[in-house]
């Protein structure tokens, strides 16, 4: 591994730990030449999949995409970035685990995004689900919350 600082190649490792439910390591390594020290992350390469988007058209699958909208929806909410990070990486596990062919549906990729956000943070569904359902009008808009506010009513009885 190429140290950052002095781009030596020759480094040793400190210390390895999983994250991410096991799918990756952290590895806390000291450069021999510089004795600086960097960390490195290990994953698992995953056959890339295809999202089918709504007018049957492919394009690769970028995670990227998925923590941009829910970064714009959590906008100014008490949500972290770990937070974050979390709800993307149990997405991208799902996809993998449901994904067929190696291609799934951007409706499912926004339905997951949609129940992360509700279960996490009531204001950030309704941002996303606004911009992900598309709504024309207001009365779209209060049937969604209504919606949600029934379900909150229903749970705390």
């Not at 698992?44 to 690769?60: F, G, M, Q, T």
């Not at 926004?110 to 941002?127: H, I, N, Q, S, T």
């Amino acid at each position: 591994m190429k140290c950052q600082f002095c781009n030596t190649t020759e480094s040793k490792v400190l210390d390895s730990r999983p994250i991410e439910n096991g799918m990756a390591i952290r590895r806390r390594r000291e450069c021999l030449s510089c004795k600086r020290r960097f960390t490195t992350y290990e994953r698992i390469e995953l056959a890339p999949i295809y999202v089918i988007k709504k007018d049957n058209s492919r394009e690769a699958y970028n995670s990227e995409k998925i923590k941009n909208g829910i970064l714009r929806a959590c906008e100014k909410r008490p949500i972290s970035m770990l937070q974050i990070n979390q709800i993307v990486t149990r997405i991208e596990h799902e996809l993998y685990s449901n994904a067929e062919n190696g291609e799934i549906s951007s409706m499912f990729i926004g339905e997951l995004v949609m129940r992360e956000l509700k279960a996490l943070d009531e204001v950030a569904y309704v941002r996303f689900a606004s911009v992900y359902r598309q709504f024309t009008d207001i009365s779209s808009f209060m049937d969604e919350l209504t919606h949600l506010i029934r379900e909150n009513k229903t749970d705390k009885d």
